[in-house]
């Protein structure tokens, strides 16, 4: 019996994949026609992936018992997919990023040592990593990353010695931009830097100090243009900040003015002032003479009601303690006097309102002193008050100690009165060496002998006492 040829079905059939048919128009064995549509066979493994139809038949395999071979319609993109080359088989383990320098890519593990008992977990951050940011540290705490004895842990938490504190691995800094330099301008004529810097009298890394003139205002302010303030462009010299002022002189006092050249040195001029123990030192010309040569004024002071605070006046009841010690250097009759003043306190005009009080204001202050605060003659009508000296601690170690020159007027009022300015610059009273001299030695020895003679006189007229009478 001839076999029957295989029928012309789909590219994905195999010449024996059918049964062997029976006789001639009878039906195979099996009683299931031999003649079957593609889409009714069984999936069979096959190699070749072309359409339907196409390419050469495949190899005879053998039969699968009574199933006939079905493979279901593969789906177009699973056509398209068939079609495409495989992928390359994947490497066996993913490469490890390439870390930046100087970040690590374990966990480190940091144990609490004694110093740090009892602190902030965020400043012990502050303390030994001090690369890792607040907000770094935040976002391990909020995704459960930090950890304190296998706890999770905020950054407020405090710690104890011996704890063991897990920390993720550090993060890359992101390079930042580098922005250009600000450049800045500098809105000042030459005349006027000159003019700034010919006020200098001492400069160094974190201090300077200028004289100021009479007439030149501190800060700006209604109908004041030129000031000091506006002039500190001009004191740059080789900083790249320009320097700050840490307390003021009247617009009509002139003298000795201390600017800092560096927040830090800002800050720390700021404390000595406010805390009393950066020391000034006054000279000033006044209308008549003190009876007592070394003085202390204790009067408190308040803006004076309707001056728009332009003017204080003592006030026993609402003003603010005010202390000026004063000491006269030298009297000229009972004309004037060349006296020398101490603020223990820094009140608005407070020299002046204290020494126009006790009866003595000072030459050229009519804003106080009325008409009475002018002498007559060839003696100037400006103001008679000068910062000749200030004294502070410097910021690394001594202390800035500089005296400012008199102005033209104050100086010539003095020579037409007659003074001697040798005598004005007086020791503080931490200056002065109380050390025993040899004559202090022999005045306290006889001081103590004559005490002695005075108790033993007294104790033998006790004792003759009773005896009488």
Do not use: C
């Not at 029976?22 to 072309?50: L, W």
């Not at 909020?142 to 920390?167: H, N």
């Not at 080789?238 to 320097?243: H, K, Q, V």
């Not at 001594?398 to 007086?426: C, I, K, Y």
Request: aromatic share 4%; proline share 8%; net charge positive.
């Amino acid at each position: 019996m001839k076999g029957r040829p295989p029928s012309k079905s789909g590219a994905g059939s195999r010449g024996n994949d059918t049964r062997s048919a029976g006789p001639r128009g009878g039906k195979p064995s099996g009683g299931r026609p031999s003649d079957r549509k593609a889409g009714d066979r069984k999936p069979a493994d096959r190699k070749t992936g072309g359409a339907l139809g196409r390419g050469k038949p495949s190899s005879p395999r053998k039969s699968d018992g009574d199933k006939p071979a079905f493979r279901p319609k593969a789906p177009a993109a699973a056509k398209s997919a068939a079609a495409k080359p495989a992928p390359a088989k994947a490497a066996s383990a993913p490469a490890k990023p390439n870390p930046a320098k100087g970040v690590s890519l374990d966990v480190r593990q940091f144990r609490v040592k004694a110093d740090d008992d009892g602190i902030r977990l965020d400043r012990w951050f502050q303390r030994h990593l001090p690369d890792v940011g607040f907000n770094l540290v935040s976002r391990w705490s909020r995704t459960g990353q930090l950890r304190v004895d296998g706890a999770r842990a905020a950054p407020g938490d405090r710690i104890v010695e011996g704890q063991m504190i897990r920390v993720p691995p550090a993060e890359a800094k992101p390079e930042a931009a580098e922005k250009p330099k600000r450049v800045r301008v500098i809105d000042l004529t030459p005349d006027e830097i000159a003019f700034a810097q010919e006020m200098v009298i001492h400069r160094d890394e974190q201090a300077i100090v200028i004289n100021k003139p009479p007439g030149l205002a501190t800060q700006g302010g209604t109908k004041t243009d030129e000031h000091v303030d506006k002039l500190l462009d001009g004191l740059l010299f080789d900083a790249e900040s320009r320097p700050k002022l840490v307390h003021r002189l009247d617009k009509d006092t002139s003298g000795a003015l201390l600017l800092a050249r560096s927040s830090r040195s800002a800050a720390h001029f700021a404390k000595a002032f406010s805390s009393r123990t950066a020391r000034k030192v006054y000279w000033a010309l006044v209308i008549g003479v003190p009876s007592i040569g070394d003085g202390m004024i204790e009067l408190p002071l308040a803006k004076q009601p309707g001056t728009g605070g332009e003017k204080m006046h003592v006030d026993q009841e609402e003003g603010l303690p005010a202390r000026t010690r004063y000491r006269v250097i030298e009297r000229a009759g009972n004309r004037a006097a060349w006296v020398e003043l101490q603020p223990y306190t820094g009140r608005t005009h407070q020299l002046r309102v204290h020494l126009a009080a006790i009866g003595f204001p000072i030459v050229g202050d009519g804003k106080y002193g009325g008409k009475d605060a002018f002498l007559s003659g060839t003696i100037s009508r400006k103001m008679h008050l000068h910062a000749r000296r200030i004294r502070v601690d410097h910021p690394d170690g001594g202390r800035v100690d500089v005296m400012a020159d008199l102005p033209t007027h104050f100086a010539n009022s003095l020579q037409e009165l007659g003074f001697d300015l040798s005598l004005g610059d007086m020791p503080l009273d931490d200056e002065i060496d109380r050390t025993p001299t040899r004559e202090d030695e022999k005045r306290f020895a006889r001081q103590h002998a004559k005490q002695v003679r005075k108790d033993r006189k007294g104790e033998r007229r006790s004792r003759g006492g009773p005896n009488k009478g």
